[in-house]
């Protein structure tokens, strides 16, 4: 259902609205691509519409048919399991190959969008939502890890203000900067959409370096160009390896953030449990803790451990 009340004229069109906006559809809502109709079924197990053209079996074998995500190190560990480049060898204004994903250029939506609530005593609460989910794994390409049955899509645009694109880690690649196909759809449904720096706890495979090099200016100034280049709104920093918001490299971040220039986009901020006595004092950044944050993951577990 869109936001304007209208119910989809198909069960599957949305699909198509989803994955594939930019193809012809005939009236039988069947996607059609350099004359070859693309049935429901084949729609239902693909994702992205970055793929340029539909391959047959011996075009996959001889091509590699998927194409880069938008992913760094902050420091490349030496067990590290992607081959992801490291931040601060990003220049700005950086052009892209054509490996890549194409970069999104749809705007974000402002205008005649209002939250629709499923219950009446929902409408009393007007509450703003950030959402947190984590829409796929940490990997170098797209899409065969998400075209399994067992994907999740995601269809609730009309309940969220903002949407965090979760994932990373220390050996796969902490800046995950959100896939296009999704910041597409974010923006055409009134989302703001961003990024993630994932510094998880040094018991859990953190390193101190990673926020040694978060806390570079230079840096930094790197994830803002980054987000305009790729067309989000900025990042949520993750930031889980320090637990006392004393630590003198807390510290430092915060200085740095303070100094830099965000042009215009935004940054949340996650410390566990210390957001509290810790004002990073600087437009455009804001600061969340667990107690702000309510895990729903266990809401939509169907069967007990599925």
């Known amino acids: 259902w869109s936001r304007d009340g209208k119910p989809p004229a198909h069960p599957y069109f949305i699909v198509a609205q989803l994955y594939w906006p930019h193809f012809v559809r005939d009236l039988n809502y069947l996607l059609v691509q350099n004359k070859h109709q693309v049935t429901d079924q084949e729609a239902?197990?693909?994702?992205?519409?970055?793929?340029?053209?539909?391959?047959?079996?011996?075009?996959?074998e001889e091509n590699d048919p998927t194409f880069k995500t938008y992913t760094w190190f902050l420091n490349k560990p030496e067990n590290a399991v992607n081959d992801f480049p490291e931040l601060k060898d990003y220049s700005e204004g950086q052009t892209f190959s054509d490996d890549y994903l194409r970069p999104s250029i749809e705007p974000l939506q402002t205008d005649g969008f209002t939250y629709e609530w499923s219950r009446e005593e929902h409408e009393t609460t007007h509450k703003d939502f950030t959402l947190i989910f984590r829409a796929r794994p940490t990997c170098e390409r797209v899409p065969q890890v998400i075209t399994e049955e067992k994907r999740i899509r995601f269809d609730y645009w009309q309940y969220v203000k903002e949407f965090v694109f979760?994932?990373?880690?220390?050996?796969?690649?902490?800046?995950l900067a959100p896939d296009p196909t999704w910041i597409d759809q974010a923006h055409r449904n009134g989302v703001a959409i961003f990024g993630t720096i994932f510094l998880p706890p040094l018991a859990f495979g953190g390193n101190v370096k990673d926020m040694e090099e978060l806390a570079k200016p230079e840096n930094l100034q790197k994830l803002v160009d980054i987000a305009h280049?790729?067309?989000?709104?900025?990042?949520?920093?993750n930031t889980e390896s320090q637990k006392d918001y004393r630590e003198p490299l807390l510290t430092t971040l915060k200085l740095a953030i303070q100094k830099m220039d965000l042009r215009?986009?935004?940054m949340i901020w996650y410390l566990p449990s210390c957001y509290q006595?810790?004002?990073?004092?600087?437009k455009g950044?804001?600061?969340?803790?667990?107690?702000?944050?309510?895990?729903?993951?266990?809401a939509f577990l169907e069967e007990k451990g599925k």
């Open 44 to 60: 239902l197990t693909m994702l992205y519409d970055e793929i340029p053209t539909l391959k047959t079996q011996k075009d996959e």
């Open 166 to 175: 979760f994932g990373g880690s220390h050996r796969e690649g902490a800046v």
């Open 229 to 237: 280049r790729l067309n989000f709104e900025g990042w949520f920093l």
């Open 264 to 266: 215009g986009k935004e």
């Open 277 to 282: 006595s810790f004002d990073p004092k600087s």
């Open 285 to 298: 950044v804001r600061m969340t803790g667990d107690d702000k944050i309510n895990n729903t993951a266990p």
